[in-house]
């Protein structure tokens, strides 16, 4: 953990070095998702709502999936540049230090200009949550930090398992893509509005309907039943990233260095 | 002309290379498809008013916007070009007796199309074939048919004109991140890449219609689909045609000025 922090310093502050760019790129992290809420603002303005879900609760459930897919592409940028790494072959630098492989990729870079989309998103959830008649307890507080963190680590599961591909692939896959950038796009609204088989899969197998759907009802008191059960789902969302760091640990035994 | 046809041409076997990359982007563009059309799906199904375009006329307008991209997409840039601006290897490029400004369209316009030659067949083919409602359908008639081909090219000859002035623009600010954001941004919401331009609210529509962002992929899409009738599309073939000289003068001019106040220096 101090090493990572160390990791974490010394990033920032060779980013800050560059510091013009760094604020224009954070403007423009900040703009993108904008453009796309906009779009979400109008087309509530046309429809009014979207099978039974208003405005304030689809964009707090867009403002999670949106923060935690910043704070997984700051934190988590190793993993998503990797091929990178292996391309260049300086993953054997990595094996020959006596630190976890894991914690080495996810310091060897970070994204810091997500900040401007952290802050987009983070607006806009403020905004939600003050036109949602939401009665405030602990345990909802508490199951919107877990929607949030839940999200984080199912992100980075992903980027994990599409880095774990370059061990065998050595150029990094578009095709990860769908899950990352698609994921997101599907996840800001809730998971029912899709047909039942697009519900399921992102349920079950990628578990983002842990993170934006059970405990959105939970919070929006729309549950029947055991209450317990959806604050928890966040928490069994998040139990994803075990399976991909056991891919990762198989990958990293396979691995062969490309030589140059 | 002879040289930018060659150029065209050795680009467009260059673009065709790349299969496999070109295989994971329709992968991804299917995915992002199917995404939005059961958003709006699910928006139309309680919709209290009729909306401004059909479900199954939005649906081909999303298929079409899938399988052309690489014609749309403002950020879809090259960074080679950039690169020669920034590192001062544009003295090379001035060295070659043609002119710069046909070299460099040429070869934006090979890069779209050889992106969009390898992408659209599968994605238009496979949304054919799709159950109801998520497939494509044909246009009304054959006239309708002609008159979108026509209205797409013209479109992509004005998206190319439009992405020389990012280029162009990295010469007076040397990074080519500020106006890749502004165009990017601004273009993509204008084109009725976010949401379909008839669903937007009547004073954003307005917006949209005078600028030239619109011209490029909503305008052919909706051609297609007969949401815009066949007298309205041939005053549409104009405007456009009046647009692609008017830009295509202006990046002439815009150019030819930076590149006298341009300064190489060494290295």
Redesign the interface.
Known sequence: MNLYLKYLLILFKSQMQYRT?FW??S??QF??P???F??LY??F????????WDFFEVALCFAVIHMAFSLSECFARGFDTFSSLIVKGDFDRVLVRPRSTFLQVLGSKFEFTRIGRLLQSAIVLIWALNNLPIEWSFMKAATLFFMITSGVLIFTGIYMLAATMCFWTVQG???A??FT??GR??AQ?PLN???KW?ARFFTYIIPFGTVNYLPLLFILGKTTGNQLLYMLTPIAGSLFILPCFLVWQFGVRHYRSTGS | MKVYASVLKIRLLIGMQYRSAALAGVATQFFWGFISIMVFEAFYQFAAVTPPISLKELITYIWLQQAFLAFIMLWFRDNELFDLITSGNISYELCRPTDLYGFWYAKLLAQRLSSALLRCYPILIVAFFLPKPYNMTLPPNVITFILFVITLLLGLLLLVAISMFLYISVFVTLSPMGSLLIFGVLGEFFAGLIIPIPLMPLWLQKIAYVLPFRWTADFPFRVYSGHIVQSDAIIGVFIQLGYLLGLLWLGKVALNSVLRRVVVQGG
Do not use: H, P
């Open positions: 760019s224009l790129l403007i423009g703009f993108i904008f453009s796309v906009a779009g109008f087309l303005e046309r429809f009014g709502q979207i099978k039974g896959l578009e095709v893509n769908i950038d698609g796009e599907m609204y509005i899709y047909q697009v």
